[in-house]
C-alpha cells in the first residue's frame, strides 16, 4: 500500500513560485512512477508532470517551461517546482502513485492518490 500526503500549496500572486511536496510511505519513490494532477473548479482532473523510475519526465503543455519535478530517494519526497504562476493555474494539486507510465496524463491509471493541496494564484 502506497501512501502520499502533499503539503506546500497557498495564495500568491501571478508570477510567483510555490514548491509543492508530496511524502510517500510504503514504497520508495524512486521503484514507483510518480506524477502530479490538479483539479480546478468545474473540470476535469487534468495531469500536469510525470516522473519516472529512471529519472526523466514529462509535463504538460500548459506547464511546460514553469514546473519542474522532482524527487529526493533519501527523503522518499517528490517535488513541484513552480514558477511564473498564472491565474490559470489555480487549482487542488494531487500527487498519485502508478506502477507504470502508459498514458501518464489519464487519473485513471492512479491507484493511489494523495488528499490534495490547493494553490490558488491571484492576478
Known amino acids: 500500500q502506497v501512501q502520499l500526503v502533499e503539503s506546500g500549496g497557498g495564495s500568491v500572486q501571478a508570477g510567483g513560485s510555490l514548491r509543492l511536496s508530496c511524502v510517500a510511505s510504503?514504497?520508495?519513490?524512486?521503484?514507483?512512477?510518480m506524477a502530479w494532477f490538479r483539479q480546478a473548479p468545474g473540470k476535469e482532473r487534468e495531469g500536469v508532470a510525470f516522473?519516472?523510475?529512471?529519472?526523466?519526465?514529462a509535463y504538460a503543455d500548459s506547464v511546460k517551461g514553469r514546473f519542474t519535478t522532482s524527487r529526493d530517494s533519501a527523503k522518499n519526497t517528490v517535488y513541484l517546482q513552480m514558477n511564473s504562476l498564472k491565474p490559470e493555474d489555480t487549482a487542488m494539486y494531487y500527487c498519485?502513485?502508478?506502477?507504470?507510465?502508459?498514458?501518464?496524463?489519464?487519473?485513471?491509471?492512479?491507484?493511489?492518490w494523495g488528499q490534495g493541496t490547493q494553490v490558488t494564484v491571484s492576478s
Open positions: 510504503g514504497y520508495s519513490v524512486s521503484s514507483i512512477y
Open positions: 516522473i519516472y523510475t529512471g529519472g526523466n519526465t
Open positions: 498519485a502513485a502508478a506502477w507504470d507510465a502508459f498514458r501518464w496524463y489519464e487519473p485513471s491509471r492512479y491507484p493511489y
